[in-house]
């Protein structure tokens, strides 16, 4: 058996010199540590050869976009940006013409037979910011035409270019409150909101000659499309849909207000803003539905109507499709109707095709045809138009030739032939 003491004895030697090893391993790694580690070899590098005679300079380091911002000083503009960051743009001006000469003899219109000019007509435009949410917009407009022909006592019929007014006038002055893209007011005189021929004004649409002019039905307006109000209008999902809404007075006193509306619904490319036009010339992929109405209290008061108030619905629709390869095709249609007396026009109509061809040279040849026509209340003789126009874009709308004929047909054995040569440039 075997004593208790050995077996301490033997236990007490082997933990004592586990105990020791231990110990003697712990401080060698302590003392390798504290050694500083050797230095590896030094290698002489090989001597550098000479580059051949033959090779070209290396290239001088790129410099990186960033340092090539950070080393420009900044414009005053940028510098003003930074240091005011709602400092307003600045004031847009322009100037925007048409000319052109017409194919009628004044005798005879039916004849293509004498030349005249029978339109100048020049816009000037100026509008800016005189806060971030407050601008202002003046626009003078003069029509300088020619009604006299040879002799200036004759005053023949003018045509339809003409019947857009006459004289030297202001066309827009507006202070817009521009809250929100969803929510404007603008004041003074200014387009009224109702169709979309007159957001788009004659500059730009496809044909030449204002719709409704030649068989007589148009909505209520004033001179250039405007009247004195004001319109709340917006633009919501991004100008898919917009609406604006009106009151007109053109400073009567002596009449009730003219209520004017309009909603526009884009179910392609989106269409935003108080304007409109009657054509993007290939910069949209367009589907757009419209509608508008106008009401007056006492509006259709004449002496044969008696007392009546005036109304008026109108809807139309653009389509508009970008060609692969260049060039787009144009197709649009209106309609409208008047709740009038018996014996004046009722309901009136146009509906309008176009292409546009790829570049031919340094533009786009349009060929075009519209008809319009109109039907009175009660019966009677329908009048009608058809426009086919050929035009020259070398900027889309800011600087077209264009060539049109035209055929108005007013019932019975009235009726009349042009040819309109035309030339329109814009300058912004």
Do not use: C
């Not at 003003?80 to 400092?87: F, I, N, Q, S």
């Not at 847009?92 to 005879?108: L, M």
Request: proline share 9%; no cysteine.
């Amino acid at each position: 058996m075997t004593d208790t003491r050995t077996w301490k004895a033997r236990t007490g030697g082997l933990v004592s010199g586990l105990l020791l090893s231990m110990a003697s391993v712990a401080w060698s790694n302590v003392v390798q540590a504290e050694e500083p580690p050797a230095a590896p070899p030094v290698v002489e590098a090989p001597p550098a050869l000479p580059p051949p005679a033959d090779m070209p300079a290396p290239p001088p380091p790129a410099v990186t976009p960033a340092i090539e911002a950070a080393a420009k000083p900044p414009t005053s503009t940028e510098a003003m940006a930074a240091t005011r960051p709602d400092v307003l743009p600045p004031i847009d001006v322009g100037a925007w013409t048409r000319i052109g000469g017409v194919f009628q003899k004044k005798s005879d219109p039916k004849s293509l037979g004498d030349w005249h000019m029978d339109n100048a007509y020049v816009e000037l435009h100026a509008g800016g910011k005189i806060h971030k949410n407050v601008g202002v917009t003046v626009n003078l407009n003069a029509n300088m035409t020619n009604f006299g022909g040879a002799d200036p006592t004759d005053t023949p019929t003018p045509s339809a270019s003409d019947q857009l007014g006459a004289g030297v006038s202001v066309m827009d002055a507006i202070v817009s409150f521009d809250i929100a893209d969803e929510f404007h007011v603008w004041g003074g005189h200014l387009l009224v909101p109702v169709d979309r021929s007159n957001a788009s004004g004659p500059f730009f649409m496809i044909p030449w000659n204002y719709p409704g002019v030649a068989v007589g039905a148009l909505p209520k307006e004033g001179p250039s499309g405007r009247n004195n109000g004001l319109v709340i209008w917006g633009d919501i999902a991004g100008g898919k849909l917009t609406y604006l809404a009106g009151a007109f007075d053109n400073a009567n006193l002596g009449s009730s207000p003219l209520f004017s509306g309009r909603l526009r619904l884009a179910l392609l490319d989106p269409e935003p803003g108080f304007w409109g036009n009657g054509s993007y010339f290939g910069d949209k992929d367009l589907l757009s539905i419209g509608v508008g109405g106008q009401f007056q209290k006492h509006g259709s008061s004449t002496m044969l109507a008696g007392d009546k108030d005036y109304g008026e619905f109108n809807a139309d629709v653009l389509f508009e499709k970008k060609i692969p390869g260049g060039g787009w095709f144009t197709a649009e249609g209106a309609y409208y109707h008047f709740n009038v007396s018996d014996g004046a026009l009722g309901d009136s109509w146009y509906a309008l095709v176009a292409y546009a061809s790829p570049t031919v040279g340094i533009g786009n040849i349009q060929p075009s045809v519209r008809y319009q026509g109109a039907s009175p209340k009660g019966g009677g003789d329908k009048p009608w138009n058809l426009d086919v126009g050929l035009a020259y874009l070398i900027k889309g709308p800011a600087l077209r030739l264009i060539a049109n004929y035209s055929h108005t047909d007013l019932g019975g054995t009235i009726s009349a032939n042009a040819l309109q040569l035309g030339a329109q440039a814009i300058f912004f």
